[in-house]
């Protein structure tokens, strides 16, 4: 049982540490680290100017960047800063003058130009980009009390042409919102007495503070719009429309996202005059699900967030989106009007309008409140006629969710939320740290809450690496709630378990379920028995890109390479694939379970210490045995994109690009290879966590550590049996295992030495000589 004050005081106390680390880390890294080496961390950009600025809906103003022409060049990707940059929409930077301006001259200086061109140097641009490629970045800038500086400031470096640099930021509101989020959680009585808002009953089950009843009105059946699904799912679906409180523990592969489209299409049957608040902890998570219920609803689906951080094709069920079309020229006139100003504020600095600017700032200024008032308005009237709105756990208590929607409500409920949703859903709960999942909670105060995840998988990332602050913020709300209802999610009346999977074989599947899900997980009959020959079987047609009648090449051997000229034409043509002549018992094809393995000293690990995070491992030995079992998947048949490969160390990855890419390590890492290893550019190379919630026909697991020559073996990442699970798990018929098996019996594990006896005794076990 908890105590409502008592955790506030714990996760706000936990919150400064983290927030503390989080810039700590950001401040170190910008002071101390080169910037060549950010750059080549993918965490800054160099040598941009700015294009253009023009004004977006809602007076936002976006910066056009581009590559400084006097540097890059015009078409001249080797100098081009933006050339295969890591920067994409949504995230968060700062852009400031490379090199930095003399601010400190300025400051001191008792010219009132010098002042005032002080006061704009040291405003900080800040925003999110909304869009990024090889040719230009946009980013939108925040909104800020100090707006007209940062606006004078953004136009100045435009006219004076400076040269600039981006760098990828830590984002302080969030922080803010769990924290006010927080103190309104302390403030409710549970126990009746008036010193507080009341916790309404989803609190006090969250808190432990009142037991649950299993509810008596579970419907015994459903008319399912998606007919496919399986009794488990079907039963989550129905006990969470009528239970206060429930949980979908959904493991790798068993539809958890197909379930909770079904719920929310139920729930609009059943409660046709009741809203849904759906969230996720990122982005993509929750994109996914506009995605899948974009066909069942139209108007009355709603996306709230930014619209630079969501996927492209559901950007029409954004507010944005929407109030626009809604509003139509209702506000063109004070937009226009704006720009107008706008134009005259920037001219060239005669005495006459350098006298008016601040009159004309000031106009500007108020004609943007008379668009942000009938903006709102327009963005209460989309919402109330909305029955699904989707945002994210930090969007979820922005201004258009909560105090732009309470005077729609009248006053607020009596357990002080908005009122505006009967059910709060919160997706991939298990990924999200604790306070942004009491966001939805407090905020909004709803009757009914189902939270979906899997506590088995990757926790919240976090800056802290120990203590007991990183413990508290490092377990999810899913750990919390089982720990609170006695230790195990499988006695707990409203956890509803998902047991079949459709993304394994049964093979695959078998060591995940024993280990982590009491044996309770089955493999779907459509993919208990499928293997790599079954892929290429799969293998019908494909569109295949032609030039001049013979198939693109892709060799490192430059005589070899066939290349498209300007004028060559090119054709997109359908064809059947004829698999290739290949022996299907093959161990390539057939086996499903292989472990290389290197012990006995062939294959050592090694620290990288040159870039970012030194200290982080790799082992060139098993690059080149993942790159060879590579190349002879792809010689039978197998299509690059089927392909992922895992590693838990960046610097592994980082290396394992190199060499499956660009066929050598030789340029950037000083390593012996051959020249005309043939290269892979689409197979999927990526941490751990690059891979939580995705999956690919093969997955190649290259595990890096191998310390054969220390006592008691060191293991690393590898300890998490979070991250294992997510390793093993991302495959569908073929699962490969690079690594050392000692080191691993070694470790003191004990998870990892039952996962080596599991498969001594059930893989293809293929030892490097």
């Given at each position: 049982m908890a105590d409502n004050k008592t955790l506030s005081s714990k996760f706000i106390e936990a919150l400064s540490a983290e927030k503390k680390e989080d810039y700590e880390q950001t401040h170190q890294l910008l002071s101390t680290t080169p910037p060549k080496v950010l750059t080549q961390n993918g965490l800054a950009i160099l040598n941009l100017v700015i294009e253009n600025i023009r004004t977006s809906l809602g007076g936002k103003i976006i910066l056009e960047l581009v590559p400084d022409p006097s540097?890059?060049?015009?078409?001249?990707?080797?100098?081009?800063?933006?050339?295969?940059?890591?920067?994409?929409?949504?995230?968060?930077?700062?852009?400031?003058?490379?090199?930095?301006?003399?601010?400190?001259?300025?400051?001191?200086?008792?010219?009132?130009?010098?002042?005032?061109?002080?006061?704009?140097?040291?405003?900080?641009?800040?925003?999110?980009?909304?869009?990024?490629?090889?040719?230009?970045?946009?980013?939108?800038?925040?909104?800020?009390?100090?707006?007209?500086?940062?606006?004078?400031?953004?136009?100045?470096?435009?006219?004076?042409?400076?040269?600039?640099?981006?760098?990828?930021?830590?984002?302080?509101?969030?922080?803010?919102?769990?924290?006010?989020?927080?103190?309104?959680?302390?403030?409710?009585?549970?126990?009746?007495?008036?010193?507080?808002?009341?916790?309404?009953?989803i609190v006090q089950y969250l808190l432990g503070r009142i037991s649950y009843s299993v509810p008596t009105d579970i419907p015994a059946s459903l008319e399912l719009v998606n007919k496919g699904l399986n009794k488990s799912q079907v039963d989550a679906i129905a006990f969470s429309l009528v239970s206060q409180i429930s949980i979908i523990h959904g493991p790798p592969g068993t539809g958890k996202t197909s379930t909770l489209v079904e719920y929310v299409l139920q729930h609009l049957q059943m409660y046709p005059n009741k809203r849904i608040l759906i969230t996720a902890p990122s982005n993509i998570a929750v994109d996914t699900i506009v995605e899948r219920l974009s066909p069942h609803l139209s108007t009355k689906l709603i996306r709230v967030g930014h619209p630079a951080r969501m996927l492209s094709d559901i950007r029409k069920h954004s507010l944005d989106y929407v109030v626009e079309l809604t509003?139509?020229?209702?506000?063109?006139?004070?937009?226009?009007?704006?720009?107008?100003?706008?134009?005259?504020?920037?001219?060239?600095?005669?005495?006459?309008?350098y006298i008016d600017r601040k009159s004309m700032w000031s106009e500007i200024k108020d004609l943007k409140r008379e668009f942000r008032i009938r903006s709102k308005k327009s963005v209460r009237e989309v919402l109330i006629g909305s029955k699904v709105v989707v945002s994210t756990l930090h969007g979820s208590g922005s201004w258009e969710l909560t105090s732009n929607i309470y005077g729609f409500v009248g006053e607020k409920t009596p357990?002080?939320?908005?009122?505006?949703?009967?059910?709060?859903?919160?997706?991939?709960?298990?990924?999200?740290?604790?306070?942004?999942?009491?966001?939805?909670?407090?905020?909004?105060?709803?009757?009914?809450?189902?939270?979906?995840?899997?506590?088995?998988?990757?926790?919240?990332?976090?800056?802290l690496t120990d203590g007991k602050?990183?413990?508290?913020?490092?377990?999810?709300?899913?750990?919390?709630?089982?720990?609170?209802?006695?230790?195990?999610?499988?006695?707990?009346?409203?956890?509803?378990?998902?047991?079949?999977?459709?993304?394994?074989?049964?093979?695959?599947?078998?060591?995940?379920?024993w280990e982590w899900y009491h044996g309770e997980l089955k493999a779907a009959d459509s993919v208990k028995d499928k293997k790599v020959v079954d892929l290429l079987r799969e293998y019908t047609a494909e569109p295949k890109e032609i030039v001049k009648g013979k198939p693109k090449g892709r060799t490192k051997d430059k005589s070899?390479?066939?290349?498209?000229?300007?004028?060559?034409?090119?054709?997109?043509?359908?064809?059947?694939?004829?698999?290739?002549?290949?022996?299907?018992?093959d161990p390539d094809l057939i086996e499903q379970y292989i472990?290389?393995?290197?012990?006995?000293?062939?294959?050592?690990?090694?620290?990288?210490?040159?870039?970012?995070?030194?200290?982080?491992?790799?082992?060139?030995?098993?690059?080149?045995?993942?790159?060879?079992?590579?190349?002879?998947?792809?010689?039978?048949?197998?299509?690059?994109?089927?392909?992922?490969?895992?590693?838990?160390?960046?610097?592994?990855?980082?290396?394992?690009?190199?060499?499956?890419?660009?066929?050598?390590?030789e340029d950037e890492y000083g390593e012996d290879a051959e020249d005309g290893h043939d290269v892979y550019p689409d197979v999927e190379i990526s941490t751990v966590d690059g891979f939580q919630g995705r999956e690919k026909e093969i997955i190649i697991l290259s595990l890096v550590r191998s310390n054969f020559e220390i006592n008691k073996a060191e293991v690393g990442f590898l300890s998490d049996f979070r991250r294992l699970n997510v390793s093993i798990t991302r495959c569908k018929k073929q699962l490969v295992i690079v690594g050392d098996m000692e080191t691993m019996e070694r470790c003191g594990v004990q998870m990892l030495q039952d996962w080596c006896e599991w498969c001594t005794e059930h893989a293809d076990i293929r030892y490097i000589e």
């Open positions: 540097i890059s060049g015009k078409g001249d990707n080797i100098n081009n800063p933006l050339a295969n940059n890591d920067f994409k929409s949504g995230d968060i930077v700062k852009l400031d003058p490379y090199p930095p301006s003399n601010l400190k001259k300025l400051q001191n200086s008792s010219n009132e130009k010098d002042q005032w061109e002080s006061i704009e140097n040291s405003t900080t641009i800040e925003g999110v980009v909304t869009s990024s490629n090889n040719m230009r970045i946009n980013i939108v800038l925040a909104n800020s009390d100090t707006q007209e500086y940062i606006n004078e400031r953004a136009w100045k470096l435009q006219t004076s042409n400076t040269r600039l640099w981006l760098v990828k930021v830590s984002n302080e509101a969030t922080y803010r919102r769990m924290e006010s989020t927080l103190r309104k959680l302390s403030e409710y009585s549970l126990d009746g007495i008036a010193d507080g808002m009341y916790a309404p009953d509003t139509g020229e209702e506000l063109t006139g004070i937009e226009k009007d704006i720009a107008k100003l706008e134009i005259e504020v920037r001219k060239p600095r005669t005495s006459k309008v357990q002080g939320g908005t009122g505006f949703f009967d059910t709060v859903i919160i997706d991939e709960v298990s990924q999200a740290m604790e306070p942004s999942c009491w966001i939805p909670i407090v905020n909004h105060a709803p009757s009914r809450l189902v939270l979906a995840g899997d506590n088995k998988q990757l926790p919240p990332t976090i800056h602050d990183f413990r508290v913020l490092s377990n999810s709300l899913f750990d919390r709630i089982v720990k609170v209802y006695g230790g195990d999610e499988f006695k707990i009346p409203f956890v509803k378990f998902l047991n079949i999977q459709y993304r394994m074989c049964e093979k695959c599947m078998v060591f995940p379920s070899k390479r066939i290349r498209k000229s300007n004028k060559a034409s090119v054709e997109l043509v359908t064809k059947k694939i004829e698999v290739l002549e290949v022996d299907e018992a472990w290389y393995d290197t012990q006995g000293g062939t294959c050592s690990e090694s620290i990288d210490d040159s870039t970012i995070g030194s200290g982080s491992k790799y082992n060139i030995g098993e690059c080149y045995i993942v790159q060879e079992h590579i190349k002879k998947l792809i010689r039978l048949g197998v299509r690059e994109r089927d392909i992922g490969v895992i590693a838990p160390y960046s610097a592994q990855v980082s290396r394992l690009r190199s060499l499956i890419r660009n066929g050598s390590l």
